[in-house]
């Protein structure tokens, strides 16, 4: 099976922009998780989409915010770009999510910079 | 709230074992997990243990648990210079909380 694929891999872009990114899980997986990862606040949680509905969210600000469709893919999306948000962002699918005891598996990430 | 802590660093030299801590505080979690991370790279799911295992021997990768101690660690038998990389414990219920990450260097 082809792993989860997140598109696209680099991103820049300057404040007060907005940017979109994708991930497509591992086909059959309707879970896909969300996380930042910068190197002072480590790896965050953003929120999880299982059947196009947010299952559960992290502590972020209104600004990040996403959705699934009905193939599972799913799109994260930051509105007025702040120079914190510069970060990696991973995508995780596992089949049901964690609540359902299984492992996640992560993408490649998007390492997005904002100047 | 969760927390999960890890050393920042360690280094060994090629052929030796490595041994990689992590304390955790949520004691709900099901599964606990190991992540490598090499530069420019994503995670990639190293071994997991389920909460109500002592032990888990997977190829080189040998994972303890002290539940009491709410301790976990990751052994790598045979270090190689291949193994150099960022280590992630983590844990969760219906997300993961993850440590702050332990470089591992591995010198010829």
């Known amino acids: 099976k082809a792993g989860v694929t997140q598109t696209p891999r680099y991103l820049i872009k300057t404040r007060g922009q907005q940017v979109t990114l994708s991930c497509s899980p591992i086909?059959?997986?309707?879970?896909v998780s969300w996380y930042q990862q910068t190197p002072g606040q480590g790896l965050q949680f953003l929120f999880e989409?299982?059947?196009?509905?947010?299952?559960n969210k992290g502590n972020f600000p209104g600004r990040f915010s996403g959705r699934q469709f009905s193939n599972s893919r799913s799109e994260m999306n930051v509105s007025t770009l702040e120079l914190g948000d510069s970060a990696l962002y991973l995508c995780a699918s596992s089949p049901g999510g964690l609540a359902q005891q299984e492992t996640q598996y992560f993408g490649p990430g998007t390492r997005l910079l904002v100047l | 709230g969760e927390d999960v802590e890890q050393s920042l660093f360690l280094s060994v030299r090629e052929g030796d074992s490595s041994v990689i801590n992590c304390t955790y505080t949520?004691?709900?979690?099901?599964?606990l997990y190991w992540y490598k991370q090499e530069p420019g790279a994503g995670l990639q799911l190293l071994t997991y243990i389920f909460s109500n295992m002592d032990m888990k021997q997977d190829q080189r990768l040998t994972v303890l648990l002290n539940k009491k101690d709410k301790h976990l660690s990751l052994r790598i038998a045979d270090t190689q210079t291949g193994d150099s990389a960022i280590y992630f414990c983590a844990e969760g219920f219906q997300k993961l909380v993850f440590g702050t990450g332990t470089r591992l260097l591995v010198s010829p």
């Open positions: 989409y299982f059947s196009e509905t947010q299952r």
């Open positions: 949520d004691s709900s979690s099901t599964y």
């Open positions: 086909s059959g997986h309707r879970s």
